[in-house]
């Protein structure tokens, strides 16, 4: 696998379901990211991960629980979503300078949730 | 706070049309400036990274330009082909770090 992977590809859950996101970057990054996007917005930075330590945190509501165990994969844990949260959940990973300085984001394919 | 704008929302032009795509952003102390493509339901590609101190950069028959002082972007498509339907992105970073703001985007469309 090259790039940046997301499974599941879709997923639809009902709202006291539990399920977990997955995304697993192969290009040696150290930086790592879940953006959120909904019909008709912007695409949404909801957490950053730089070199393992959660950065940022945009308000994000608790039912959304990410998990970085090491620098090429990332989770989004999802408990008692709302049907609102039906969005595109996209990963992405970049090369982050001691300066803070960013490259290039390289993005997932996504995964499509669907909140019943 | 820093806001990214994109204007057309959406496009549409024959097979083989030079377009311009516009990014504008309100804070001009940018570290750079992304373009991403993005093909419907699917993740973004990255098109061309431009940094603070360039003035345009080049990728075959794309060409983006900056012009921080204005605050503002283009793309640039030259002899456009069905194959570039999709929405372009623009993304500037958050502060000076690398935390990107998107634009709503412009949906192309290119018709043969």
């Not at chain 2, 002082?69 to 502060?95: E, F, H, K, N």
């Amino acid at each position: 696998e090259t790039g940046v992977t997301q499974t599941p590809r879709h997923l639809v859950m009902g709202m006291t379901n539990k399920k977990s996101l997955k995304c697993e970057q192969h290009l040696g990054h150290n930086a790592m990211y879940w953006y959120k996007q909904s019909a008709k917005k912007p695409l949404e930075l909801m957490f950053v991960y730089n070199f393992k330590e959660q950065t940022e945190n945009n308000s994000v509501p608790s039912r959304f629980s990410p998990e970085c165990p090491n620098s090429s994969h990332l989770f989004l844990h999802l408990h008692t979503l709302q049907p609102e949260d039906s969005a595109l959940y996209l990963c992405a990973s970049s090369q982050v300078g001691t300066s803070g300085g960013g490259d290039t984001q390289y993005f997932g394919p996504g995964t499509r949730l669907t909140v019943l | 706070k820093q806001e990214v704008t994109q204007i057309p929302a959406a496009l549409s032009v024959p097979e083989g049309e030079n377009l311009v795509l516009n990014c504008s952003f309100t804070d001009s102390a940018i570290y750079n400036l992304q373009w991403f493509r993005q093909d419907p339901g699917k993740g973004l590609t990255s098109l061309l990274l431009i940094q603070s101190s360039q003035r345009e950069q080049t990728s075959g028959r794309l060409n983006a330009s900056l012009d921080k002082s204005s605050g503002r972007s283009t793309l640039y498509i030259a002899a456009s082909q069905p194959g570039d339907s999709a929405t372009y992105l623009c993304a500037v970073p958050m502060d000076s770090s690398y935390k990107l703001i998107f634009g709503s985007g412009t949906r192309l469309l290119v018709r043969p």
